[in-house]
Protein backbone atom coordinates (compact mmCIF):
# COMPACT_ATOMS: atom_id res chain seq x y z
CA UNK A 1 0.00 0.00 0.00
CA UNK A 2 1.42 3.40 -0.86
CA UNK A 3 1.70 6.62 1.21
CA UNK A 4 -1.66 7.59 -0.26
CA UNK A 5 -2.93 4.72 0.68
CA UNK A 6 -2.17 4.58 4.51
CA UNK A 7 -3.87 8.25 4.48
CA UNK A 8 -6.76 7.07 2.91
CA UNK A 9 -6.94 4.04 5.69
CA UNK A 10 -6.31 6.50 8.44
CA UNK A 11 -9.27 8.82 7.15
CA UNK A 12 -11.86 6.25 6.82
CA UNK A 13 -10.67 5.27 10.43
CA UNK A 14 -12.55 8.75 11.64
CA UNK A 15 -15.54 8.26 9.03
CA UNK A 16 -18.54 6.55 10.83
CA UNK A 17 -21.02 4.46 8.91
CA UNK A 18 -25.05 5.34 8.98
CA UNK A 19 -27.36 1.90 9.55
CA UNK A 20 -28.59 0.61 5.87
CA UNK A 21 -32.16 -0.17 6.05
CA UNK A 22 -33.03 -3.42 5.01
CA UNK A 23 -33.52 -3.55 1.39
CA UNK A 24 -31.79 -0.45 0.42
CA UNK A 25 -28.76 0.33 -1.85
CA UNK A 26 -27.87 3.43 -0.15
CA UNK A 27 -24.87 3.98 1.91
CA UNK A 28 -24.89 6.52 4.08
CA UNK A 29 -21.15 7.64 6.00
CA UNK A 30 -20.71 10.45 8.28
CA UNK A 31 -17.26 12.05 8.32
CA UNK A 32 -17.09 14.89 11.04
CA UNK A 33 -15.84 18.34 9.12
CA UNK A 34 -14.12 19.21 12.41
CA UNK A 35 -12.31 15.79 12.85
CA UNK A 36 -8.68 15.35 12.21
CA UNK A 37 -6.56 12.46 10.49
CA UNK A 38 -2.97 12.40 11.08
CA UNK A 39 -1.03 13.02 7.74
CA UNK A 40 1.50 10.79 8.75
CA UNK A 41 1.77 7.44 10.88
CA UNK A 42 1.93 7.83 14.34
CA UNK A 43 1.30 5.76 17.60
CA UNK A 44 0.18 9.70 19.57
CA UNK A 45 -3.27 10.51 20.13
CA UNK A 46 -4.26 13.56 18.02
CA UNK A 47 -4.70 16.76 20.39
CA UNK A 48 -8.33 17.81 20.78
CA UNK A 49 -7.43 21.36 19.48
CA UNK A 50 -5.87 21.44 15.84
CA UNK A 51 -2.90 19.33 15.47
CA UNK A 52 0.05 21.04 13.16
CA UNK A 53 0.72 17.02 12.01
CA UNK A 54 -2.51 16.68 10.95
CA UNK A 55 -5.62 18.20 8.49
CA UNK A 56 -9.22 18.30 9.25
CA UNK A 57 -11.66 16.20 7.86
CA UNK A 58 -13.69 18.71 6.09
CA UNK A 59 -10.60 19.43 3.59
CA UNK A 60 -9.85 16.25 2.79
CA UNK A 61 -14.01 16.00 2.02
CA UNK A 62 -13.91 18.61 -0.03
CA UNK A 63 -10.47 17.59 -2.26
CA UNK A 64 -12.59 14.02 -2.92
CA UNK A 65 -15.69 15.75 -3.80
CA UNK A 66 -13.48 18.01 -6.45
CA UNK A 67 -11.95 14.69 -7.30
CA UNK A 68 -15.01 13.43 -8.08
CA UNK A 69 -16.51 15.76 -9.98
CA UNK A 70 -13.81 15.88 -12.12
CA UNK A 71 -14.23 12.57 -12.89
CA UNK A 72 -17.84 13.60 -13.73
CA UNK A 73 -16.25 15.97 -16.23
CA UNK A 74 -13.96 13.71 -17.85
CA UNK A 75 -16.50 11.21 -18.36
CA UNK A 76 -19.06 14.09 -20.02
CA UNK A 77 -15.61 14.84 -22.14
CA UNK A 78 -15.75 11.44 -23.33
CA UNK A 79 -19.44 10.81 -24.50
CA UNK A 80 -18.86 14.01 -26.61
CA UNK A 81 -15.63 13.11 -27.80
CA UNK A 82 -15.18 9.53 -27.48
CA UNK A 83 -11.64 10.03 -25.75
CA UNK A 84 -9.83 9.45 -22.57
CA UNK A 85 -7.97 12.94 -22.50
CA UNK A 86 -9.96 14.09 -19.78
CA UNK A 87 -9.37 11.48 -17.26
CA UNK A 88 -5.70 11.70 -18.43
CA UNK A 89 -5.66 15.79 -18.07
CA UNK A 90 -7.79 15.66 -14.43
CA UNK A 91 -5.19 13.40 -12.57
CA UNK A 92 -4.36 17.19 -11.66
CA UNK A 93 -7.66 17.66 -10.19
CA UNK A 94 -7.27 14.25 -8.25
CA UNK A 95 -8.40 11.70 -11.01
CA UNK A 96 -6.82 8.26 -10.21
CA UNK A 97 -6.81 4.71 -10.78
CA UNK A 98 -7.97 4.54 -7.34
CA UNK A 99 -10.93 6.87 -7.63
CA UNK A 100 -12.38 5.60 -11.31
CA UNK A 101 -12.22 1.63 -10.16
CA UNK A 102 -14.25 3.30 -6.75
CA UNK A 103 -16.91 5.31 -8.85
CA UNK A 104 -16.92 1.81 -11.40
CA UNK A 105 -17.99 -0.30 -7.94
CA UNK A 106 -20.43 1.93 -7.56
CA UNK A 107 -22.07 2.54 -11.15
CA UNK A 108 -21.49 -1.71 -11.47
CA UNK A 109 -24.65 -3.58 -11.73
CA UNK A 110 -27.02 -0.67 -11.40
CA UNK A 111 -29.10 1.01 -14.06
CA UNK A 112 -28.03 4.23 -11.89
CA UNK A 113 -26.63 5.43 -9.29
CA UNK A 114 -25.46 8.48 -7.30
CA UNK A 115 -23.34 10.47 -4.74
CA UNK A 116 -24.63 12.71 -2.67
CA UNK A 117 -22.89 15.37 -0.20
CA UNK A 118 -24.76 16.93 2.18
CA UNK A 119 -22.45 19.71 3.99
CA UNK A 120 -22.66 20.85 7.68
CA UNK A 121 -24.79 23.56 7.88
CA UNK A 122 -23.03 25.30 10.25
CA UNK A 123 -20.32 26.23 7.72
CA UNK A 124 -19.97 28.00 5.02
CA UNK A 125 -20.57 25.70 1.69
CA UNK A 126 -17.22 25.31 -0.06
CA UNK A 127 -16.92 27.09 -3.98
CA UNK A 128 -16.46 25.39 -6.98
CA UNK A 129 -17.56 21.91 -5.61
CA UNK A 130 -20.51 20.35 -6.65
CA UNK A 131 -22.73 17.91 -3.79
CA UNK A 132 -24.63 15.51 -6.07
CA UNK A 133 -23.19 13.41 -9.23
CA UNK A 134 -25.12 10.70 -11.44
CA UNK A 135 -23.52 8.11 -13.25
CA UNK A 136 -25.58 5.58 -15.46
CA UNK A 137 -24.40 2.14 -16.64
CA UNK A 138 -23.11 3.57 -20.05
CA UNK A 139 -20.36 4.74 -18.15
CA UNK A 140 -19.16 1.56 -16.47
CA UNK A 141 -16.88 0.58 -19.73
CA UNK A 142 -15.60 4.03 -20.24
CA UNK A 143 -14.65 3.57 -16.62
CA UNK A 144 -13.19 0.62 -16.99
CA UNK A 145 -10.97 1.87 -20.08
CA UNK A 146 -9.81 4.64 -18.15
CA UNK A 147 -8.91 3.04 -14.96
CA UNK A 148 -6.83 0.69 -17.67
CA UNK A 149 -5.11 3.58 -19.06
CA UNK A 150 -4.59 5.29 -15.61
CA UNK A 151 -2.69 2.22 -14.29
CA UNK A 152 -0.75 1.69 -17.82
CA UNK A 153 0.32 5.84 -17.69
CA UNK A 154 2.17 4.88 -14.22
CA UNK A 155 3.23 1.44 -14.87
CA UNK A 156 6.75 1.83 -16.74
CA UNK A 157 9.31 4.32 -18.55
CA UNK A 158 12.59 4.28 -19.95
CA UNK A 159 14.75 6.72 -17.89
CA UNK A 160 17.53 8.42 -16.78
CA UNK A 161 18.72 9.21 -13.60
CA UNK A 162 21.65 11.24 -12.09
CA UNK A 163 22.71 10.85 -8.53
CA UNK A 164 24.15 9.88 -5.61
CA UNK A 165 24.55 6.32 -4.85
CA UNK A 166 23.08 6.20 -0.80
CA UNK A 167 22.67 2.21 -0.98
CA UNK A 168 24.38 -0.89 -1.50
CA UNK A 169 22.80 -4.44 -1.03
CA UNK A 170 25.34 -6.96 -0.38
CA UNK A 171 25.65 -8.81 -3.80
CA UNK A 172 23.94 -11.91 -4.14
CA UNK A 173 25.56 -14.98 -6.51
CA UNK A 174 24.23 -15.04 -10.12
CA UNK A 175 22.72 -11.38 -9.40
CA UNK A 176 24.15 -7.92 -11.39
CA UNK A 177 23.63 -5.93 -8.28
CA UNK A 178 21.12 -3.51 -6.48
CA UNK A 179 21.66 -0.32 -5.16
CA UNK A 180 19.69 2.82 -4.59
CA UNK A 181 20.08 6.60 -5.87
CA UNK A 182 19.31 9.86 -4.42
CA UNK A 183 18.41 11.84 -7.60
CA UNK A 184 19.88 15.46 -8.12
CA UNK A 185 17.34 15.93 -10.90
CA UNK A 186 14.60 18.47 -10.38
CA UNK A 187 12.00 16.18 -11.88
CA UNK A 188 11.41 12.14 -11.21
CA UNK A 189 11.27 10.44 -7.79
CA UNK A 190 13.79 11.32 -4.96
CA UNK A 191 15.11 7.84 -4.66
CA UNK A 192 15.13 4.94 -6.76
CA UNK A 193 16.28 1.48 -6.42
CA UNK A 194 18.72 0.11 -9.26
CA UNK A 195 18.82 -3.72 -9.97
CA UNK A 196 21.55 -3.85 -13.20
CA UNK A 197 21.88 -5.57 -16.22
CA UNK A 198 25.19 -6.25 -15.73
CA UNK A 199 27.79 -7.39 -12.57
CA UNK A 200 30.62 -5.57 -14.29
CA UNK A 201 27.94 -2.01 -13.93
CA UNK A 202 27.95 -3.19 -9.58
CA UNK A 203 31.97 -2.29 -9.51
CA UNK A 204 31.24 1.15 -10.92
CA UNK A 205 28.66 1.74 -8.82
CA UNK A 206 31.07 0.98 -5.71
CA UNK A 207 33.47 3.31 -6.67
CA UNK A 208 30.84 6.41 -7.10
CA UNK A 209 30.09 6.00 -3.39
CA UNK A 210 33.43 5.56 -2.01
CA UNK A 211 34.73 8.56 -3.91
CA UNK A 212 31.07 10.93 -3.69
CA UNK A 213 30.94 10.96 -7.39
CA UNK A 214 27.39 11.29 -9.45
CA UNK A 215 26.79 8.60 -11.20
CA UNK A 216 24.06 8.76 -14.65
CA UNK A 217 22.12 5.17 -14.91
CA UNK A 218 19.44 4.33 -17.32
CA UNK A 219 17.02 1.61 -17.20
CA UNK A 220 13.03 0.76 -17.02
CA UNK A 221 10.90 2.87 -14.38
CA UNK A 222 8.56 0.90 -11.97
CA UNK A 223 6.68 1.56 -9.10
CA UNK A 224 6.01 -0.97 -6.88
CA UNK A 225 3.78 0.51 -3.81
CA UNK A 226 6.10 3.42 -2.47
CA UNK A 227 9.26 2.29 -4.25
CA UNK A 228 10.01 3.35 -7.77
CA UNK A 229 12.95 0.62 -9.07
CA UNK A 230 15.01 0.68 -12.15
CA UNK A 231 15.37 -2.61 -13.72
CA UNK A 232 17.70 -4.12 -16.23
CA UNK A 233 19.64 -0.64 -15.50
CA UNK A 234 22.87 0.53 -17.16
CA UNK A 235 25.68 2.84 -15.74
CA UNK A 236 25.37 5.58 -18.38
CA UNK A 237 28.59 7.09 -16.89
CA UNK A 238 30.36 8.57 -13.49
CA UNK A 239 30.55 11.90 -13.57
CA UNK A 240 32.41 14.59 -11.31
CA UNK A 241 32.33 15.27 -7.32
CA UNK A 242 28.63 15.56 -5.67
CA UNK A 243 29.26 19.32 -4.53
CA UNK A 244 29.55 20.06 -8.39
CA UNK A 245 25.55 18.93 -8.41
CA UNK A 246 24.23 19.41 -5.75
CA UNK A 247 22.91 22.90 -6.60
CA UNK A 248 20.28 21.24 -8.99
CA UNK A 249 18.91 18.92 -6.65
CA UNK A 250 15.00 19.04 -6.68
CA UNK A 251 13.54 21.70 -4.16
CA UNK A 252 10.36 21.70 -3.00
CA UNK A 253 7.63 24.36 -2.63
CA UNK A 254 6.73 25.22 0.71
CA UNK A 255 3.42 24.66 2.09
CA UNK A 256 1.80 26.52 4.53
CA UNK A 257 0.19 25.34 7.44
CA UNK A 258 -3.48 25.35 5.65
CA UNK A 259 -2.19 23.62 2.45
CA UNK A 260 -2.02 19.69 1.84
CA UNK A 261 -0.87 17.96 -1.09
CA UNK A 262 -3.56 15.20 -1.30
CA UNK A 263 -3.21 13.81 -4.68
Known sequence: MNRHGRFASRYLDRVMMGQTAPGSYIVTALAPPDDQVSLKPSTEPLTSTWDPGA???????????????????ALEHYRS????????????????????????????????????????????????????????????????????RLAEDQSTAQVSITGRVHLLAKKQAGSAGVFGVDSLQSAGPR??????????????????????LAIQVSGRLEKEGNLSWL??????????PLDEYESSRRVRPEVSPDQIEIF
Open 231 to 240: YDATVIRTLG
Open 191 to 212: KVRVRLADDEDYHEAIRAHEED
Open 81 to 148: SGSLAGFESGVVDGISYEMTNAILGIAANADESDITIQWDKATTLPTGVESHFEFHASDVPTLAQAAI
Open 55 to 73: IRLRTVNEAVAHAVGATVE
